[in-house]
C-alpha cells in the first residue's frame, strides 16, 4: 500500500512538472515565488513629492507651480499634502487680474524685458519663472527646492515631525543670480551644484555653466558658452571631469511672436544638424561634436565615456525627439536612442536598439538595482483625445536590455509624473491615477511585487492628483 502511495505521489508530480500549462502547478510556482521574496515596502519612511503646474490661463502650456506629495510611515501613506508656489508671476496675477491675460504672450514679455534693458522700468519679478519643473533637497539648509529653468528656487521646510510643508520663499538673489536651472547636477570631486541657463530672448546665443557652493549655494564660478542655435537648454549631463551640453537646431519664428497662443516663439529647423558640447572642467573649453541628424532632447539618461578603454569613445543615452513642434508638443513622442561619440574626429552618431523601436519614453530615474538594473523610464502612448498618457514603465540595464517592461491596468489609467527610487528598499515609488481614484504606487525590484494604496482626506474622500513632471524621494 506504502509502495503504491508513493507511485502515484511521484507519478503526479511529475505530470505537474512537465505540463507547464497546468493550473495546479503556476499556482504553486506563483506563490512560492512570493514566499521567497518579501517586498520591504514596510521599511520605506520619508517624502515623495511630484511638481507640476496649475493652469491659470488658456496660454501657459504647463501652469504655475504646485507640488503633490506625501508623507510615508512604514510603507504606508500617512499624510498627503499640496502645495502651489507663491512665485513673482502668480503674486503679480493676484495684484493685477486685468493685466494677468497678457503675462504669457510673447510680445508682452518682450516689451518688459526691452523696457527694463532700457531702464524704463523697474520691476525684480521675473515673470518667466513657473517653479513647476524640477525639484533638489538642500541637505545642508533642509530645504526642498521648486525649480524652473527661467527664475531663482523657491524653498520650502520639510516637516517631518507634523507631516506638513511649509514655505520658505525665493531663494535670496544675492546667492542666485536671476536664473537656476531645472535639473542642478551634483560634483561631490568639487562640492558644486552646476547649473546650465539660457537666454531666450538675449541677442547673444549661448549656455550659461554656473557652479555653486555645495552647502551654501554661493556662486562660485560662470562660463558662457557660445551655441550655434537658440538652444532651450533644459538638462545635461555631467561626468568627473565633463559636462555634456546639448545644441539643437531651435531658431526664433519671428511670426509667432504676435500669435496669442504661441507660447514658445521658436521652431525645430530639420534641415540643420544637432550637436553635443563637452565642456571640460579642468582647462574650460568646449569640444563640439558634430551629428549628421537633426534632433531635440530634453532629458539625459546616462553617459559612459572610456567604452572598452578607449579614452575617445563615450556613449550618451538620451531620450530624443526626431522633430518636435514646440506649439503642439503632443504630435511626437520622445524615444530612447544612445549617442556614440568619437572624440578623436569630432564625431558622432546616432542609433537605438531595434527592441526599442515601438516603446516611446521620458522622465528617466537612475536605478541601484539587486539585478543590475540601471534605468527606470515612463512609457508615453496618445490616447484618443491625442493628451499624452503616461501608460506604464521600462528599466534597462546599462545595455539598454530590457529587464522589465510593466504596463498599468486599464485603457486610461496613467502614472501622474516622474517615478522615484528608494535605494534602501530598492523601491519604486510615485502616484498613479486608475479610474477615479488616485494611488499610491510600489513596486518592489526584487520581488516584482506591486502595491496600490488609495489616497484619500481626513475625511475619506477621494483625492485627484493632477499630473506633473519631476519628483523626488527623500529618506527620513
Not at 508623507?71 to 503674486?91: H, P
Not at 490616447?383 to 517592461?405: C, P, Q, W, Y
Not at 522615484?420 to 513596486?443: R, V
Request: glycine share 6%; net charge positive.
Amino acid at each position: 500500500m506504502n509502495f503504491l502511495y508513493f507511485y502515484w505521489l511521484f507519478w503526479f508530480l511529475y505530470c505537474i512538472q512537465i505540463t507547464d500549462n497546468f493550473k495546479l502547478f503556476h499556482f504553486i510556482r506563483k506563490h512560492v515565488s512570493k514566499k521567497n521574496h518579501t517586498n520591504n515596502f514596510k521599511d520605506i519612511n520619508g517624502f515623495y513629492g511630484l511638481i507640476g503646474g496649475e493652469k491659470t490661463n488658456k496660454v501657459s502650456i504647463s501652469g504655475d507651480g504646485i507640488i503633490q506629495s506625501v508623507f510615508i510611515e512604514n510603507g504606508k501613506v500617512k499624510q498627503f499634502i499640496k502645495k502651489t508656489v507663491s512665485t513673482d508671476r502668480r503674486k503679480f496675477m493676484y495684484k493685477y487680474p486685468m493685466l494677468s491675460e497678457y503675462l504669457d504672450k510673447n510680445w508682452f514679455g518682450i516689451c518688459i524685458y526691452m523696457l527694463k534693458m532700457l531702464n524704463m522700468l523697474n520691476i525684480n519679478a521675473n515673470f518667466d519663472g513657473r517653479a513647476n519643473t524640477g525639484l533638489y533637497y538642500w541637505k545642508n539648509a533642509r530645504l526642498l527646492l521648486a525649480l524652473h529653468e527661467r527664475d531663482n528656487p523657491y524653498g520650502f521646510f520639510i516637516d517631518f515631525y507634523n507631516n506638513n510643508l511649509f514655505e520658505y520663499g525665493k531663494i535670496n538673489e544675492k546667492s542666485i543670480p536671476r536664473v537656476f536651472t531645472a535639473h542642478p547636477h551634483e560634483d561631490f570631486t568639487n562640492k558644486n551644484l552646476i547649473s546650465a541657463t539660457y537666454n531666450l530672448f538675449g541677442l547673444k546665443r549661448g549656455t550659461v555653466i554656473t557652479n555653486y557652493d555645495m552647502y551654501d549655494l554661493t556662486p562660485k564660478q560662470s562660463y558662457i558658452i557660445p551655441t550655434k542655435y537658440n538652444s532651450i537648454v533644459h538638462d545635461i549631463i555631467s561626468t568627473e571631469n565633463n559636462v555634456y551640453i546639448p545644441d539643437c537646431p531651435l531658431v526664433m519664428d519671428y511670426c509667432k511672436i504676435m500669435q496669442p497662443n504661441s507660447p514658445i516663439p521658436m521652431k525645430f529647423d530639420k534641415k540643420q544638424k544637432s550637436r553635443i558640447g563637452i565642456w571640460n572642467k579642468a582647462t574650460q573649453t568646449t569640444q563640439w561634436i558634430q551629428f549628421n541628424y537633426s534632433f531635440f532632447t530634453f532629458h539625459f539618461v546616462d553617459v559612459n565615456e572610456n567604452i572598452g578603454g578607449n579614452e575617445n569613445i563615450t556613449y550618451i543615452d538620451v531620450c530624443l525627439f526626431d522633430k518636435i513642434n514646440m506649439d503642439r508638443l503632443n504630435e511626437n513622442l520622445p524615444q530612447l536612442y544612445r549617442l556614440a561619440i568619437d572624440k578623436s574626429n569630432s564625431s558622432g552618431i546616432v542609433y537605438k536598439k531595434s527592441l526599442l523601436n515601438d516603446i516611446y519614453s521620458d522622465f528617466p530615474t537612475k536605478l541601484n538595482g539587486p539585478n543590475g538594473e540601471k534605468h527606470l523610464l515612463l512609457t508615453l502612448e496618445l490616447n484618443e483625445t491625442k493628451a499624452i498618457r503616461i501608460s506604464g514603465f521600462v528599466i534597462l540595464d546599462r545595455n539598454l536590455n530590457t529587464m522589465v517592461h510593466f504596463k498599468l491596468p486599464g485603457n486610461e489609467s496613467s502614472f501622474c509624473g516622474q517615478l522615484a527610487f528608494d535605494e534602501k528598499t530598492k523601491s519604486i515609488i510615485g502616484f498613479c491615477n486608475i479610474d477615479n481614484g488616485s494611488y499610491f504606487f510600489l513596486y518592489d525590484l526584487q520581488s516584482k511585487q506591486v502595491e496600490y494604496q488609495l489616497i484619500t482626506e481626513i475625511d475619506n474622500s477621494i483625492i485627484r492628483v493632477q499630473n506633473g513632471f519631476h519628483s523626488i524621494f527623500i529618506d527620513r
